[in-house]
């Protein structure tokens, strides 16, 4: 087995024919084909369904190992450049939205500061999307809601932050103005929720069930700054993380109920349990977690874990 045949599979996968794939290779198409004979070959198993320019289940199980594959390489070039010099190479990082958006500034520059040989990419997604690229090799590290119950990924604790309410204005919620809110009070209004399933509404729903509460979803949101938006511009009340409300939004046209007795939302850091983190990522990481030690004391209702 080669890296080259690797190469093809995975050029395959992402363009569908055979055709494409050496273009993108830059080779001939009698090449990329005997790059995939040889690899079926040597595994006993058919890796492309050539009719329908797909992988098979087979092929799709050899695409995650060779995405790995390359990423260890990768890592394995910038460890040895950085035992050589300045730690240098690239870092992947994945990061949800509310927390980046105070997150990133800081640890950016100290990133360019501490480590200027170090390119950095960052994907903002939302947990749920950016837990499979983290898998697949696509990320180095990501900071996600957890817990997180996955045999592949490992997380470690960063931050933990309280549970508010945006209540826009005219709302009944909103008529007193910022003040504490219970759950119970939310069992008559419709409310923007993240899905079933998720870490933030596990949080919610099982205090509304401590506390025989029924709460009501106008919508479900796979994105908490998306529900914070849309509260922001009025169309319901959203449960959210504090954060969710940018330190530089101007006050007013909605009130900012504090959840009591809730439980806090839980932000770690999580990496792929096998294989090292490459110098960048190990370096990147440890310069994250000192970020939010650092900014945790001037965010309020957020704590360092």
């Not at 007013?252 to 839980?266: E, H, I, K, N, S």
Request: aromatic content about 2%; hydrophobic content about 45%.
């Amino acid at each position: 087995m080669e890296l080259k045949q690797l190469d093809a599979l995975a050029a395959v996968a992402e363009h569908g024919r055979f055709s494409a794939a050496a273009r993108a290779l830059d080779t001939v198409q009698s090449n990329i084909s005997t790059h995939i004979a040889r690899l079926e070959d040597d595994l006993g198993a058919i890796l492309v369904d050539r009719s329908a320019g797909e992988l098979t289940p087979e092929g799709q199980a050899v695409l995650t190992r060779a995405r790995r594959i390359n990423t260890e390489l990768a890592a394995l070039r910038d460890d040895v450049t950085s035992m050589t010099s300045r730690v240098s190479g690239q870092v992947r990082i994945g990061i949800i939205g509310t927390t980046g958006r105070w997150l990133l500034p800081p640890l950016l520059d100290e990133l360019s500061r501490s480590f200027p040989d170090v390119v950095t990419t960052v994907i903002d997604s939302t947990t749920t999307a950016l837990i499979p690229l983290l898998e697949h090799g696509d990320l180095d590290l990501t900071v996600i809601n957890t817990p997180l119950q996955h045999d592949e990924l490992f997380t470690t604790p960063l931050f933990e932050e309280q549970l508010v309410v945006i209540a826009p204005d005219g709302h009944p919620l909103a008529v007193d103005g910022d003040r504490p809110i219970h759950i119970g009070e939310l069992a008559m209004h419709d409310l923007l929720l993240s899905p079933p399933g998720s870490n933030l509404r596990v949080l919610i729903d099982d205090k509304a069930r401590q506390e025989n509460v029924v709460l009501r979803t106008i919508a479900e949101l796979d994105g908490i700054r998306l529900a914070a938006t849309m509260a922001f511009q009025g169309y319901a009340p959203a449960i959210v993380p504090v954060t969710a409300i940018p330190a530089w939004i101007g006050r007013g046209g909605w009130a900012v109920l504090t959840l009591q007795d809730m439980p806090r939302r839980l932000v770690g850091l999580a990496i792929r349990r096998r294989g090292m983190l490459s110098a960048p990522a190990s370096a990147t990481r440890d310069v994250l977690r000192r970020v939010v030690r650092d900014q945790a004391p001037s965010i309020q209702g957020l704590t360092a874990v």
